[in-house]
């Protein structure tokens, strides 16, 4: 995605870069999200790019906005993602609450290698997190796997979209805490009320490694 932004910002002659850059498009894709929560994702991002524009004073580029409405199936994942959570299938069940399109989705999860057992997306839902409903669907279809709520750990980066709704409903959570060494908020936004999410982790790697030594150890 940043790669995407780059180009366009030194096409238009707009001066903001990297983490600038990222920080306006987790504001501006937000309010796109809460105003059309019904939108699909790639039409969130062609919106999101083009109110980018607007905000900058640039001029549309309808060949941007359409570029990174097709980049979603190619963003990586962290290196880390698919080793460590194959590790956490051995002792749990996954779920995975997702904020793009089931076929997006599966795009990704092709290189992430990983059977997870629930997937339930933005577009099931009919609205993004972190609307409460999303996580509602979430542990209504993990109650019918036999997971009650208090079972439930959620894992998750974003304290804006995951932690503060997950703890909202009283769920314990694991803050993957991507950017605890660098500045900035990088491509989510900040939370506008506080949370405190039960543990902290810099790499899903890290909280897979701690799992496991858990689970050695008879913890």
Not at 18 to 43: C, K, N, R, W
Not at 111 to 127: C, H, K, P, W, Y
Request: aromatic letters at 8%; one cysteine or more; charged letters at 25%.
């Amino acid at each position: 995605m940043l790669p995407i932004l780059e180009r366009w910002a030194l096409k238009q002659g707009v001066s903001l870069r990297g983490d600038q850059l990222l920080e306006a498009f987790a504001e501006i894709e937000t309010q796109v999200e809460h105003e059309e929560p019904s939108l699909l994702y790639p039409e969130v991002l062609r919106n999101t790019m083009r109110k980018i524009a607007e905000k900058t004073g640039a001029p549309r580029d309808e060949e941007a906005e359409d570029e990174l409405a097709k980049s979603i199936g190619d963003w990586p994942a962290f290196p880390d993602s698919g080793e460590a959570l194959r590790s956490l299938q051995q002792h749990y069940k996954l779920a995975i609450l997702s904020n793009v399109d089931r076929a997006p989705f599966a795009q990704s999860n092709q290189r992430l290698a990983v059977d997870f057992d629930l997937i339930v997306t933005a577009e099931d839902v009919g609205s993004y997190k972190p609307e409460l409903r999303n996580f509602e669907a979430l542990l209504l279809r993990l109650a019918e796997l036999g997971a009650a709520n208090n079972r439930v750990l959620h894992v998750a980066q974003s304290l804006y979209h995951d932690h503060v709704p997950a703890k909202q409903l009283g769920l314990a959570t694991v803050w993957i805490n991507r950017r605890h060494a660098k500045a900035g908020r990088g491509a989510t936004v900040q939370p506008n009320v506080a949370v405190t999410p039960d543990c902290e982790y810099p790499s899903m790697r890290a909280f897979a490694e701690a799992v496991e030594l858990a689970f050695r150890s008879d913890w």
